[in-house]
Nanobody, 124 residues
């Protein structure tokens, strides 16, 4: 069974940092494209950052560029999302997703494996 488990969420003050982790079970994360998404309260899910399986190319949404960093830890079968200088508008449930499609795209239109999500709240 293919599974993704997110961890690292929590409550943080504005300007603070958090590192989210996405751990894979049942497959090797190095063979999958990974996307991080978030769903703020009352809004639709949006893509935050992606890393492509080939070449580990990365992409960031404009709202997080320069503050978030996505990276792979293949030895731990994990993809991390380091989030710095957090803002209240970063408050959301964060999800990671994976798909093995071989593509030039960095972010995919569809992902076949999803995690359950982890809550991030940025508030003073």
């Amino acid at each position: 069974q293919l599974q993704l488990v997110e961890s690292g969420g929590g409550l943080v003050q504005p300007g603070g940092s958090l590192r989210l982790s996405c751990a894979a079970a049942g497959f090797s994360i190095s063979n999958y494209n990974i996307g991080w998404f978030r769903q703020p309260p009352g809004t639709e899910r949006e893509v935050v950052s992606c890393i492509r399986r080939i070449g580990e190319r990365t992409w960031y949404a404009e709202a997080v560029k320069g503050r978030f960093t996505i990276s792979s830890e293949n030895a731990k079968n994990t993809v991390n999302l380091q989030k710095n200088n957090l803002k209240p508008e970063d408050t959301a449930v964060y999800f990671c997703a994976a798909d093995p499609l071989i593509t030039e795209a960095i972010c995919l239109r569809q992902y076949s494996v999803w995690g359950q999500g982890t809550q991030v709240t940025v508030s003073s």
